[in-house]
């Protein structure tokens, strides 16, 4: 009997320090008691039940972030794309995080992968190049109303990388060489229609005044003049030429009269 005693103390403290559990603040423990849902415990301190009557599964509560690995889709206009995409997603509700899925990291991902195929083969190639706001919401979307009875809630699943096939790239670049060139046209011919509607209205005022026209010309001979041209052609009124005419006559005429 003395020696039963001691044993059972022994026994009593051993089950008490074999049951401590400690979790992190981060963590949460799903206790079952011989195979049926009991609570959660955590975080800090908890005591379970030793020897296999109690066991807890742990659950991390922290962002996960989860690289999908590249899939080979077909868009809708049957272009072959190879995308990249990055999950991130945490444990709401611990409890159906376990009692609902079996591996909710594992069906996460299978999931945000199967979307990811889908939601690209819904969208010609423009919109997954131009759009990815808009794609990476509706991915978000879906993923979101189908983890949520998981008690996993999607922060975001975006897409890091889109790769195109060569021969579609060489045509992406020269279609953008193409639409580049007839932006430069379009400016070039605004440019030359707005000078030409300057010079026009110029030539209004010069038409209506002759003075006008006179320091343009001589504007003209100025600027000739400042350049390193071995010729310089100088630019006469017409008056001038019309009066040096007569005067040239007139000195012929006298002249033939003596």
């Known amino acids: 009997m003395t020696f039963f005693l001691p044993a059972v103390l022994l026994f009593i403290v051993f089950s008490i320090i074999s049951g401590i559990r400690i979790a992190m603040e981060y963590e949460r423990a799903v206790v079952f008691r011989l195979g049926r849902y009991t609570g959660m415990r955590g975080p800090g301190i908890f005591w379970l ?11 991390d509560q922290r962002i996960i972030t989860n ?5 080979e889709t077909i868009t809708r206009d049957s272009v072959t794309v190879k995308v990249n995409a990055v999950l991130w997603y945490h444990v709401q ?24 195929r889908n939601v690209i083969g819904q969208h010609d190639l423009d ?11 509706l991915l978000r979307s879906t993923v979101y109303e189908t983890t949520t009875p998981w008690g996993v809630t999607v922060e975001l699943l975006e897409m890091k990388d889109v790769e195109i096939p060569q021969d579609m790239q060489r045509v ?26 300057k010079l026009a ?9 002759p003075a006008a026209l006179e320091l343009r010309r001589m504007q003209m001979v100025s600027e000739v003049g400042a350049e390193n041209n071995s010729t310089t052609v100088i630019m006469m009124p017409a008056e001038f030429v019309h009066m040096a005419g007569s005067l040239t006559k007139f000195l012929a005429g006298k002249e033939t009269k003596i």
């Open 127 to 137: 919109e997954v190049l131009k759009e990815r706001d808009k794609i990476n919401a």
């Open 67 to 71: 690289p999908i690995e590249q899939q």
């Open 49 to 59: 039940i030793p020897y296999g009557i109690e066991k807890e599964v742990r659950v």
């Open 172 to 197: 992406m670049a020269m279609e953008a060489e193409a639409m580049r060139e007839k932006r430069a046209r379009i400016i070039k011919a605004d440019a030359e229609l707005e000078a030409s509607k």
């Open 93 to 116: 509700d611990p409890k159906n995080a376990v009692l609902t899925v079996e591996n909710y990291r594992w069906a996460v991902q299978q999931l945000a992968l199967t979307t990811l």
């Open 201 to 209: 209205e110029a030539a209004q005022l010069m038409v209506g005044n």
